[in-house]
């Protein structure tokens, strides 16, 4: 029977479905055909495969040959399918062995002369391999990605006659090693490097310890930029598994997955001129946008304001669900975006509202208009407002040499906190539900009330609420504190203050 089946993978989002590709060849007249939804570039592979074993000295088949991707309703996309299509053929004609191709799983576009290219989303592909048991052979320029997943079935190959090499018994493929990557990550900049600020850098830290959403408001040349740029340096490196989560995200975007970034944080800062797509992804095929590639560390918006309210209200979901779907009429992509939010602003569009040190030529309308680019209901999601005013001269001439600013210092004292929440409740604070919040947080009845009074004078919404609660629950696992006290609540009360009416009142 002309008929071999050959097992691939596609790419939706971070997953890697099964494809099945099935060659058959019949009698009749000369024929290329390839069905199963593919997409131009996958219907341009028929030429590239004709070319490729012909080159390398195969029979191409003068039959009819029908190449089926199921499953059919899962469009595909992208020369990955060009190797299982060629195998496939040389299988069904009988050139190579058929029953030791349900073993493997196959991904490559192929050069005209028969060489191996690389694909984009490796990660997923191997990793869905891995689950599923078969071995998998990959291109070899993509083996250095391919070997973070630490196991001997990756198998990489340069050439179509080395995979058939492989096939027949005569020749045994590498196994991907792993590149040994450095894992001591020295980030730019210190925390010691912002003069000043002492009220910015404790919110910076408590910030960093309970992965919270920060928001700094201030005039322009105080810091705020800077301060942002420095809290990668108060974070620990990520662990194996989100260190695949990340990679895998990098790897089905434009840009690719680089191993030298291997453990490290991401740190994702779009201009304000982003598009919605740009920012929480989307095209065709589905990319993963800014959200996303920021998953498990930073996205800082400068100049908040100054994105289109349309794209910042595309935020609302992700900041509370942790993932953004993507949906298009054949399938939907789910792309995780579990980021910490840090965002700057100036109060006003000349940025002087409510300074000492300069006048503010802004009408009122006009502030008010600045201030409603951003909705009440995003201000709601981000747990922390932060005042940052600007320096005397003074200040900035002064010499400091204060330790408990350094990045160091500050670091050791967040990965305790973090450690704290880990054994109390297997995640950070602002991971919290609301029935974990209720269960971990214990607060002593003066805290209550005072939180209760904050809550009915200033009508804050229920959600403030709990934001309150957990960068209070943050505070009080920074000093040690298996009790969320009055000074606690007091201070996390502190970093709510962004109101709009105080700043139309100080105008």
Known sequence: MSLAIVYSRASVGVKAPLVTVEAHLSNGMAAFNIVGLPEAAVKESRDRVRSALVNTHFEFPIKRITINLAPADLPKEGGRFDLPIALGILAASGQIPKEILTAYEFLGELALSGELRSIRGILPVVLAAYESGRRIIVPQQNSTEAALIKHENVLSATHLLEVCAHLNGERQ?????????????????????VKGQPHAKRALEIAAAGKHSLLMIGPPGTGKTMLASRLISLLSTLTEQ??????????????????????HIPFRSPH???????????????SPGEISLAHHGILFLDELPEFSRHVLECLREPLESGHITISRAAYQAVFPAKFQLIAAMNPCPCGYAGSASAACQCTVDKIRRYMGKISGPLLDRIDMHVEVARLPPEALCAEENNLVDESSAVRQRVAEAMAYQKKRQDKLNSELTVPELDRYSEIEQPAQQLLLQVMTKFNLSARAYHRIMKVARTIADLEGSRIIKKDHVSEALHYRCLDRSNILHNK
């Open 173 to 193: 493929l590498p196994v991907c090693s792993p590149v040994q990557v450095p894992l001591d990550h020295h980030y730019a900049g210190n925390l010691a490097d």
């Open 242 to 263: 989100e260190s695949l989560e990340v990679a895998a995200i990098a790897s089905v975007s434009s840009d690719g997955f680089e191993v030298a970034k291997w453990k």
């Open 272 to 286: 304000h001129s982003s598009s919605n797509i740009a920012l929480v992804g989307g095209g065709r095929p589905p």
